[in-house]
């Protein structure tokens, strides 16, 4: 007689076929790699784009971490199921003993594994998988960690219209301003359409990509040129500056109208436009800025008549350039002293000869105090606030008498009729200066001269002085 099924001994009869763990495991670690790696490019390219959406990139970050904490941790239990029996999983996560698991399961080998020592060999296996996980998700993420500690943070800086965070965007921007990644310039350029501050930074730091190629300049071009015609004059002001320093040279018009603008209205002139011009290099700005050279209307700073003595000296290489150095020799005589220097200055980069005779007569109309005096160098800043990217013109900083002495070394007497007045007075100078280093540079000067007229002479041959 059967004995009936309730009656049959427990742990006999057909048994139902367990799954093993490792199948389990695989199937998780294949599901939490692909969709932890497409979370991840998906909260990557979130947080690369410039949102108006403040305080949403930390919970994106959490989020991106997260999801790379749990497919390291599901990597590392699969590679201790696979090398160590799971023996992390049977004794922290099930909470077993070797005993135990010997008396429900009859086990051995898992009892074996659940005495080795996975409190040791489970944290190698987690830092192994993360340290790969990290490196994967990395490279399919074109390496955003390093992205986002480079930029990406700065690029966050800018999110948020509050006004409380005003001096976190426009830091941010000077941050970004001396950046060349490629996310940079459409961060930057987004900064143009908004209100405030933010708009009138973001043109100056578009300005200051001047080692971009002109090839490559069109993105930064364009919307600049629409900045241009914004009715708010700084805005306006700070786009026209910056596509003259990018050297668009259409920009000319819109220059002059400012310039002349303050020029015809009597405000001061803002240096950054008399800087911008010599960038522009266009002729039709050299009228314009012989009249601040010669102060027209009277109250012209000498910083602004010393910033057109520089800018016209900058348009010698455009044709037509040389009608500039007149200009200067003009202005020369009766100019202030530190306007003075600015024009020596510039004629030494002008490279016509003949103003050798204008700084002799300059030279010798000085009285020896003034000559001992120090031409200083011309100094301003770019940045919006007047705090930094600081410019430094019109160097080196020398005596006056130096700086004429400098400026005729680099023009130098080669003609005839020119020599005929340079060498004596050279000769005069050299013989009546009492500064050591002027005398030197004087007879320099002349030994050069001479030398250089001399054709029998090999190059470097000292000349004997003339009687």
């Not at 490279?139 to 690029?155: E, K, P, Q, T, V």
Request: proline share 6%; charged share 25%; hydrophobic share 40%.
């Amino acid at each position: 007689m059967a004995t009936p099924p309730s009656s049959v001994p427990k742990g006999y009869g057909p048994r139902k076929r367990r799954i093993p763990a490792v199948v389990h495991l695989s199937t998780a670690t294949v599901i939490a790699n692909m969709a932890g790696l497409l979370g991840a490019v998906y909260i990557s390219m979130r947080i690369r784009a410039v949102t108006e959406t403040a305080g949403e990139e930390s919970m994106l970050l959490a989020v991106y971490y997260g999801a790379m904490l749990v497919v390291a941790v599901v990597d590392a239990l699969l590679l201790d199921e696979l090398f160590f029996k799971g023996a992390f999983r049977r004794s922290h996560l099930q909470g077993k003993d070797g005993s135990e698991i010997q008396r429900s399961e009859a086990d051995i080998e898992g009892a074996a594994a659940s005495l080795q020592r996975s409190s040791v060999s489970f944290p190698v296996l987690l830092l192994l998988c993360g340290g790969l996980t990290y490196l994967l998700f990395n490279f399919a993420n074109n390496n955003f960690d390093a992205y986002h500690s480079r930029l990406g943070r700065h690029i966050s800086a800018l999110r948020g219209t509050d006004e409380a965070g005003e001096a976190r965007r426009l830091a941010a921007i000077a941050e970004l301003s001396i950046r060349r990644d490629p996310e940079v310039i459409p961060a930057l350029t987004a900064q143009l359409k908004r209100k405030g501050e933010v708009r009138i930074w973001g043109a100056w730091a578009l300005g200051r990509f001047t080692d971009v190629h002109p090839k490559r300049r069109r993105p930064l071009i364009d919307p600049l040129t629409t900045a241009m015609t914004s009715p708010d004059v700084r805005f306006r002001r700070e786009a026209i500056i910056a596509l003259s320093r990018l050297q668009w040279r259409p920009v000319h018009k819109a220059l002059a109208e400012e310039i002349r603008h303050d020029l015809d209205t009597g405000k001061a002139l803002d240096p950054r436009l008399l800087y911008a011009t010599g960038y522009v290099q266009k002729l039709e700005l050299v009228p314009l800025l012989a009249d601040v050279l010669n102060n027209k209307g009277g109250s012209l700073s000498e910083q602004s008549q010393r910033l057109a003595a520089w800018s016209m000296f900058q348009h010698i290489d455009q044709r037509g350039g040389r009608e500039v150095v007149p200009l200067l020799e003009q202005r020369l005589p009766s100019a202030p002293f530190l306007v003075r220097c600015a024009i020596v200055h510039a004629l030494g980069y002008t490279g016509v000869e003949q103003s050798n005779l204008a700084l002799v007569h300059a030279y010798d109309q000085t009285s020896p105090e003034q000559r001992a005096q120090t031409c200083e160098a011309l100094s301003f800043y770019l940045r919006p606030d007047g705090s930094d990217e600081r410019v430094d013109l019109l160097l080196p900083g020398e005596t006056f008498g130096m700086k004429i002495l400098q400026a005729m070394g680099q023009i130098r007497a080669t003609s005839p009729e020119v020599r005929e007045k340079v060498e004596p007075w050279l000769e005069t100078v050299i013989k009546n200066s009492t500064d050591d280093l002027e005398k030197a540079r004087a007879q320099s000067l002349l030994d050069g001269i001479r030398l250089g007229r001399d054709d029998r002479k090999a190059p470097g041959q000292t000349v004997p002085k003339q009687p």
